[in-house]
């Protein structure tokens, strides 16, 4: 059987004329199955998926579009409009995956905005699994103020086959059209809507009473939510992925019902109101089950929070773990943290001000075999805007430290000659100094969306860390020499 082949084209789409890049996609193989372009205009993804080819005359939908046999397509455009849909729902009748991004520079136009006209022409004959509809705020505030519970109502007859619904920033929208999805769907297993900012516990108060098994569900920044969402949605005891990132009112009561969810693999609960005792309900089942623990900016957590957490457990699937934003973790913490030799890949305690030099020892020192070398598993370390980090710090960050690094995240002003002579000494090391959020998002690492190139090690990397470890590099070496001077 002859192996798959995957072609990986990158180009500047603006830089072709909107008809020349119709061509382009013209002769491209009638057994293309999946597209995703990483910005388009969404003027010029309705000339290229419309059926005419030649410039200059109307759209003919009688004739074949090009692209035939596309199953699955991903595009960022700068606007998703009714037209711009419409289109690719005539022209792609064998799509079954549609994920449509958007980053408005101002509030669009209702010529340049998707509207519940628009929403009626998504998936006209059922074919659909998956729908991805985000608005992003990258540039401004910005929603789909322009659709409502009545579009939702409208699509839903469509979306019996629909396993997958992602909604971003439809700010109009209720618990009455969400609650419409979520009983049409009887195939879905992944929900996830952002910026629901009228979205309330009643979204979710009779969800036992449908046949969903939902296992990734994502309701970050639906800050009227409480814990009564969290005990109404946890009647699904298949979840694994569950993200409550900013629902600022949830608390304690929403991890006790979390404490049931014996398959969770990753847990997102940044900026709510838990506590350090409210952990505890995480304790003995589903810490032993979790891949993904973020806890970002829960800033009621104390030092004491990795003792509840992690004191006593055995051998854990933990790999990645966020505690940043936390004010009140200190050393004393990363020092407990240190002592559970979990084998974390990613490590995240930026903005933690009574974080300093000794969490960096301490973990630098972490796992250490019978033949005496540091053996720290960390991929990625991010102690960004950390306030006890000084030069002395760096040391520790020299070979043979950490030996598997390869995101850095560190304040470039603390000393950025020795920033930039650790950088030069690790090549293989990404050394962040500006706050830049580094590695993937932990939802779309369970989407299979991202992957960590960990396990792959070109043969002069190995070298370099097979290399002399007693060796200092000269320009580290002189970087601390004029620190001391200046000091």
């Given at each position: 059987m002859q192996r798959p082949k995957v072609l990986i084209l990158m180009f500047d789409v603006s830089l072709f004329l909107r008809?020349?890049?119709?061509?382009?996609?013209?002769s491209a193989s009638e057994k293309l199955t999946s597209l995703e372009i990483g910005y388009i205009s969404?003027?010029?993804?309705?000339?290229?998926?419309?059926?005419?080819?030649?410039?200059?005359?109307?759209?003919?939908?009688i004739q074949p579009s090009i692209l035939p046999g596309i199953q699955k397509l991903c595009l960022s455009v700068n606007y998703i409009t009714d037209a711009m849909v419409a289109t690719i729902s005539q022209s792609l009748t064998f799509l079954t995956h549609l994920d449509l991004r958007d980053a408005p520079f101002v509030e669009p136009r209702i010529t340049f905005d998707l509207t519940n006209s628009g929403l009626q022409q998504i998936n006209q004959l059922g074919r659909l699994k998956h729908l991805s509809l985000i608005r992003s705020q990258e540039f401004i505030i910005c929603y789909f103020r322009r659709v409502n519970d009545l579009g939702l109502l409208l699509m839903a007859d469509k979306c019996a086959n629909m396993e997958s619904i992602c909604l971003g920033g439809f700010c109009r929208v209720t618990d009455t059209g969400i609650k419409t999805m979520l009983h049409s769907c009887s195939r879905l297993y992944k929900l996830k809507v952002t910026h629901g900012t009228q979205l309330t516990?009643?979204?979710?108060?009779?969800?036992?009473?449908?046949?969903?098994?939902?296992?990734h569900v994502s309701l970050r920044w639906c800050k009227l939510l409480t814990d009564h969402a969290v005990i109404s949605l946890t009647s699904n005891k298949e979840?694994?992925?569950?993200?409550?990132?900013?629902c600022r009112s949830l608390g304690d009561e929403a991890l006790r019902a979390i404490g049931v969810l014996l398959r969770l693999k990753?847990?997102?609960?940044?900026?709510s109101d838990i506590t350090d005792a409210g952990l505890s309900y995480l304790?003995?089942?589903?810490?032993?089950?979790l891949y993904a623990l973020s806890l970002r900016g829960c800033k009621r957590l104390t030092d004491k929070c990795i003792t509840v957490l992690f004191d006593g457990c055995g051998k854990l699937e933990l790999r990645d773990l966020d505690l940043s934003n936390l004010p009140n973790l200190s050393d004393n913490g990363v020092l407990q943290l240190a002592k559970s030799r979990i084998p974390f890949l990613d490590l995240r305690m930026r903005q933690c001000p009574l974080i300093g030099d000794t969490s960096i020892m301490a973990l630098a020192s972490m796992m250490i075999d019978d033949a005496g070398w540091y053996e720290s598993g960390l991929r990625l370390l991010d102690l960004y805007n950390c306030g006890g980090i000084t030069p002395l710090a760096f040391r520790w960050l020299k070979k043979p430290y950490f030996p598997r690094l390869k995101w850095l995240g560190v304040t470039g002003?603390?000393?950025?000659?020795?920033?930039?002579?650790l950088a030069r000494s690790r090549p293989f090391l990404y050394v962040a100094c500006?706050?830049?959020?580094?590695?993937?998002?932990?939802c779309d690492m369970s989407d299979g969306l991202y992957t960590h190139d960990y396990d792959e090690v070109d043969e002069f990397e190995q070298w370099l860390l097979e290399a002399d470890y007693e060796t200092d590099d000269e320009e580290m070496v002189d970087a601390e020499i004029n620190e001391e001077l200046i000091m």
């Amino acid at each position: 059987m002859q192996r798959p082949k995957v072609l990986i084209l990158m180009f500047d789409v603006s830089l072709f004329l909107r008809h020349n890049l119709a061509r382009v996609w013209a002769s491209a193989s009638e057994k293309l199955t999946s597209l995703e372009i990483g910005y388009i205009s969404s003027v010029t993804v309705i000339e290229l998926f419309s059926s005419n080819l030649v410039p200059h005359q109307p759209l003919n939908p009688i004739q074949p579009s090009i692209l035939p046999g596309i199953q699955k397509l991903c595009l960022s455009v700068n606007y998703i409009t009714d037209a711009m849909v419409a289109t690719i729902s005539q022209s792609l009748t064998f799509l079954t995956h549609l994920d449509l991004r958007d980053a408005p520079f101002v509030e669009p136009r209702i010529t340049f905005d998707l509207t519940n006209s628009g929403l009626q022409q998504i998936n006209q004959l059922g074919r659909l699994k998956h729908l991805s509809l985000i608005r992003s705020q990258e540039f401004i505030i910005c929603y789909f103020r322009r659709v409502n519970d009545l579009g939702l109502l409208l699509m839903a007859d469509k979306c019996a086959n629909m396993e997958s619904i992602c909604l971003g920033g439809f700010c109009r929208v209720t618990d009455t059209g969400i609650k419409t999805m979520l009983h049409s769907c009887s195939r879905l297993y992944k929900l996830k809507v952002t910026h629901g900012t009228q979205l309330t516990d009643l979204v979710f108060h009779d969800i036992s009473a449908t046949s969903l098994t939902l296992t990734h569900v994502s309701l970050r920044w639906c800050k009227l939510l409480t814990d009564h969402a969290v005990i109404s949605l946890t009647s699904n005891k298949e979840l694994k992925v569950l993200d409550l990132r900013d629902c600022r009112s949830l608390g304690d009561e929403a991890l006790r019902a979390i404490g049931v969810l014996l398959r969770l693999k990753i847990l997102l609960i940044d900026g709510s109101d838990i506590t350090d005792a409210g952990l505890s309900y995480l304790r003995p089942t589903v810490i032993n089950s979790l891949y993904a623990l973020s806890l970002r900016g829960c800033k009621r957590l104390t030092d004491k929070c990795i003792t509840v957490l992690f004191d006593g457990c055995g051998k854990l699937e933990l790999r990645d773990l966020d505690l940043s934003n936390l004010p009140n973790l200190s050393d004393n913490g990363v020092l407990q943290l240190a002592k559970s030799r979990i084998p974390f890949l990613d490590l995240r305690m930026r903005q933690c001000p009574l974080i300093g030099d000794t969490s960096i020892m301490a973990l630098a020192s972490m796992m250490i075999d019978d033949a005496g070398w540091y053996e720290s598993g960390l991929r990625l370390l991010d102690l960004y805007n950390c306030g006890g980090i000084t030069p002395l710090a760096f040391r520790w960050l020299k070979k043979p430290y950490f030996p598997r690094l390869k995101w850095l995240g560190v304040t470039g002003s603390v000393n950025r000659d020795m920033v930039d002579a650790l950088a030069r000494s690790r090549p293989f090391l990404y050394v962040a100094c500006d706050g830049e959020e580094l590695g993937p998002d932990p939802c779309d690492m369970s989407d299979g969306l991202y992957t960590h190139d960990y396990d792959e090690v070109d043969e002069f990397e190995q070298w370099l860390l097979e290399a002399d470890y007693e060796t200092d590099d000269e320009e580290m070496v002189d970087a601390e020499i004029n620190e001391e001077l200046i000091m």
